[in-house]
């Protein structure tokens, strides 16, 4: 009796040190499943719609005269006419994530990715974008004291108008250098998401098929 138990606490005390390990296993695998989830980088597109309403007007005015020796016969003609255009269109917008609610710049996506060319390259680009739009914001500001130095200091109104002007040219430089939503296109970023997500796993030791 006593070498049955003996062989018993044998068997089981062989097992545990197995059972412990598993539970460690386990332990490890779901803490990797909760760093992929959490991690992990996805492409979000939404669609949205938006109405276009075009307005158009025209006022012809028609005069006519007639002469006859000392009678004089004067006729107006008022025309209006008018046209209305609504069209929708449908946008599609997309942003990059990582994890559940990070979202992700342009710069901040590929740094992640490891694509330092191509941020390197947007990089230089957003710089040249951002000088330009100080420059412009620069050009306003001169324009607009100018304007209205001039206007409290009875200047010309020739000082005055080019004062305007400049202060419009200031305003098209920053309008036409501002960012654009994105520098990289989503099909690029798709394909880089996939292949980030499998290495991801495979650091991870989880299943390809794991999302």
């Known amino acids: ?20 390990m598993g539970d460690q296993t386990s332990d490890q695998n779901y803490i990797n499943a909760l760093y992929y989830r959490n991690s992990k980088l996805w492409l979000e597109a939404k669609k949205r719609t938006v ?32 046209l209305s255009q609504a069209e929708t269109k449908e946008l599609t917008e997309w942003y990059l994530y990582r994890g559940a609610i990070r ?4 710069f901040e996506f590929l740094s992640l990715v490891g694509d330092n060319d191509y941020l390197s390259k947007i990089s230089k680009v957003e710089d040249q974008k951002s000088g ?20 409290g200091l009875s200047a010309s109104s020739s000082f005055v108008t080019s004062s305007a002007l400049i202060t419009v040219v200031g305003f098209f430089i920053t309008a036409f ?17 996939i292949e980030y997500n499998l290495n991801l796993k495979k650091e991870l030791n ?6």
């Open 103 to 106: 979202e992700l710049s342009d």
């Open 177 to 193: 250098n501002q960012s654009p939503a994105h520098y990289i296109q989503p099909d690029y970023a798709q394909q880089k998401i």
């Open 51 to 82: 109405d276009e309403i075009r307005n158009y007007s025209n006022t012809s005015i028609d005069t006519s005269s007639y002469y006859n020796q000392n009678y004089s016969y004067s006729n107006t003609d008022i025309s209006r006419s008018s």
């Open 1 to 20: 009796m006593k070498n049955k138990i003996l062989i018993f606490a044998l068997i089981v005390s062989a097992f545990l040190p197995l059972a412990a």
């Open 132 to 151: 330009m739009r100080l420059l412009g914001d620069i050009t306003i500001g001169v324009g607009l004291v100018g304007m209205i130095g001039g206007a």
């Open 206 to 211: 989880l299943p390809v098929q794991f999302e």
